[in-house]
């Protein structure tokens, strides 16, 4: 089963592999690494190549199914005789139809492990237009929000010397950023879960790492909330108004500008009617 958008794969989840996209098409990538790690078994030396595989191959499929089931065909067999079975203008627009049909295969997959290195941790990526390692880089991710995500973490300073305790809160900080920013195409639901390379008193029989409980992600996103959300001032609005109006030109006055001029006037009779209320 994927759950959370997340499988381990390995010998005792030694890799965690992450997924954005259509649940049902990444559920048969899984299953295509699966039947790899029964032939061998999955290394640092191996892992990117047979990820890499098992997410063409079922590219390929996916893309292909429309055109050549009804031939009874795989993508194998068109390769090898199509041309030769439906002559090169029919050959042709077939490879048209598989193309168009492979733009629409957006999934995305974010490998993270350390196998036997004893340092560099693995971020690999496999996406529609590359496959990509962002050890270097010491960020990746993936999805519908992962330019927010990414602008953040680099925003907040994210590197390979942050802290565990920076890398949290800039990690929680990514996640609740893009949920504010792509309506809902990112989930509110979030799950976080630290992983480590393996250490020789962690449990053999189960991956190496620790999920947060909903108590203290709610408390990654109280402090975002209060302490990291960007907002807007209103001390700009008056400002950069005047400055507007100075260019002879024309701003509308949104409601969050109206409440910005109002307020001081509410305070101020606030303060008015506080002090009659005394005499």
């Known amino acids: 089963a994927i759950a959370g958008k997340m499988m381990w794969m390995g010998l005792a989840g030694e890799w965690l592999a992450m997924y954005a996209g259509e649940p049902s098409n990444t559920a048969l990538i899984f299953e295509e690494i699966e039947r790899a790690a029964t032939e061998r078994e999955i290394t640092r030396e191996n ?14 499929v996916s893309s292909s199914f ?30 048209q139809e598989i193309n168009q049909a492979a733009s629409y295969f957006r999934e995305q997959l ?5 196998g036997k290195s004893p340092y560099a941790v693995m971020l690999y990526e496999v996406s529609p237009d590359a496959d990509r390692d962002h050890r270097l880089a010491g960020v990746a991710a993936i999805g519908s929000g992962q330019e927010v995500a990414l602008s953040t973490m680099m925003l907040l300073g994210q590197s390979r010397g942050s802290s565990l305790a920076e890398t949290l809160y800039i990690v929680a900080s990514a996640k609740f950023a893009s949920e504010k920013s792509q309506d ?10 630290i992983t480590w390379k393996r250490r020789p008193d962690d449990d053999k029989e189960q991956p190496p790492g ?27 609005f008056r400002p950069v108004a005047k ?6 030109l024309q701003t509308t ?21 506080q002090q009659k209320k005394r005499e």
Do not use: C, N
Not at 47 to 60: C, D, M, S
Not at 110 to 114: A, E, N, R, Y
């Open 47 to 60: 892992i990117q190549a047979i990820v890499r595989a098992a997410y063409q191959k079922r590219k390929g």
């Open 66 to 95: 429309a055109a050549l089931s009804p031939y009874d065909l795989t993508l194998e067999d068109f390769k090898k005789s199509g041309l030769q079975t439906f002559g090169e203008p029919e050959f042709r627009r077939i490879s």
């Open 110 to 114: 974010l490998v993270v492990g350390w």
């Open 184 to 193: 809902d195409d990112v989930g509110t639901k979030t799950m976080m879960h």
């Open 210 to 236: 620790k999920f947060l409980d909903d108590e203290q992600v709610q408390t990654l996103y109280d402090l975002w909330q209060q302490y990291g959300r960007p907002r807007v001032s209103e001390k700009i």
């Open 243 to 248: 400055m507007v109006q100075a260019m002879g």
């Open 253 to 273: 006055v949104s409601t969050a500008m109206l409440h910005s001029f109002m307020r001081p006037a509410a305070r101020k009779s606030g303060r008015e009617t």
